[in-house]
Nanobody
Framework: QVQLVESGGGLVQAGGSLRLSCAASGSIFSGNAMAWYRQAPGKQREFVAAISSGGSTHCVYSVKSRFTISRDNAKNTGYLQMKSLKPEDTAVYYC????????WGQGTQVTVSS
């Protein structure tokens, strides 16, 4: 049984900020990449950002100027700092740890009002 706990979602107005957290078991977090995906109602789940075990990062072009992915290996936790949020960012956000198999969180709702 693996623990992968997401937090930090909520309701914000356009232009606001949120920081999402993904706390993982050390046995799967250590040495593995971590990524964030999101899924809006009626749409496919889409990739947002990823970070390697060594700290190399990649974000999709649409969010790269506003979102920052990071990790704290000592805490076995990954983060997604989201700034200047837009209504189109509204979605359920999921974290995933990528190892021998992929471990997904249950998701956290982000709602951005206009």
């Amino acid at each position: 049984q693996v623990q992968l706990v997401e937090s930090g979602g909520g309701l914000v107005q356009a232009g606001g900020s949120l920081r999402l957290s993904c706390a993982a078991s050390g046995s799967i977090f250590s040495g593995n990449a971590m990524a964030w995906y999101r899924q809006a109602p009626g749409k496919q789940r889409e990739f947002v950002a990823a970070i390697s075990s060594g700290g190399s990062t990649h974000c999709v072009y649409s969010v790269k100027s506003r979102f920052t992915i990071s990790r704290d290996n000592a805490k076995n936790t990954g983060y997604l700092q989201m700034k200047s949020l837009k209504p189109e960012d509204t979605a359920v956000y999921y974290c995933v740890v990528i190892g021998g198999q992929n471990y997904w969180g249950q998701g956290t709702q982000v709602t951005v009002s206009s």
